[in-house]
């Protein structure tokens, strides 16, 4: 029986050799000495992008902030002007993906968003020829590092499992945010991932 392959790595060799090296920079004890989680992130981008290849209206999106705060739900309900300036926006890039205890946001490490487009006659150089009408987070993505490389057997295998479960009370807080900035939605999926190792 064969195995289910990605369909962006579908006949596609550079791709499947693209994962191999990024696994291997994020197991490196060279360019990952101590063992951090941002390494595994360029894993997952392929991986999440691979995965949705043939999908051309699901895209990954990485560090997406979900909020529940009145300021957030003004913003998104407020009507975009095609002229305005958007700055602004601040600086996410450093922000933490643990939520910090009441607090109003979090930051996905990954989602895959479902956009509904609309043809869009004018603006062709912004737009493409195409507005996006509707966006919908369908899958969040909670990365942690892998679990000690020292450790082996039994030990590798709980320490893994210590970090999946992080991962997944990460992922139920992001869950919680997004159902109750979005009132309709009714379910998302979800991955909980250590290094190269998930449950979804």
Not at 39 to 66: R, S
Not at 74 to 91: F, H, Y
Request: hydrophobic share 45%.
């Amino acid at each position: 029986m064969t195995s289910w392959i990605l369909p962006g790595r579908v006949n596609n060799p550079v791709m499947r050799y693209k994962a191999i090296l990024e696994t291997s920079l994020a197991f490196s004890r060279t360019f990952n000495s101590r063992n951090i989680e941002f390494p595994w992130y360029a894993l997952w981008n392929q991986t999440l992008c691979d995965l949705v290849a043939d999908v051309p209206n699901l895209i990954v999106t990485p560090q997406f902030p979900v909020c529940i705060a009145a300021q957030c739900k003004a913003v998104a309900s407020k009507k975009p002007d095609d002229n305005e300036d958007e700055g602004g926006a601040g600086d996410i890039s450093f922000a933490s993906t643990v939520a910090e205890k009441h607090a109003d946001s979090v930051v996905v490490d990954f989602v895959i968003l479902n956009l509904t487009a609309q043809p869009q006659s004018g603006w062709k150089s912004r737009y493409g020829g195409w507005r996006i009408a509707a966006a919908s987070v369908d899958l969040l993505v909670e990365v942690k590092r892998f679990a000690s490389r020292s450790a082996t057997g039994k030990a590798q295998e709980a320490l893994i499992f210590e970090k999946i479960v992080e991962a997944r009370g990460d992922l139920l807080n992001q869950a919680a945010h997004l159902f109750i900035q979005d009132s309709k939605k009714k379910s998302v999926l979800g991955i909980a991932a250590a290094g190269n190792l998930t449950i979804s």
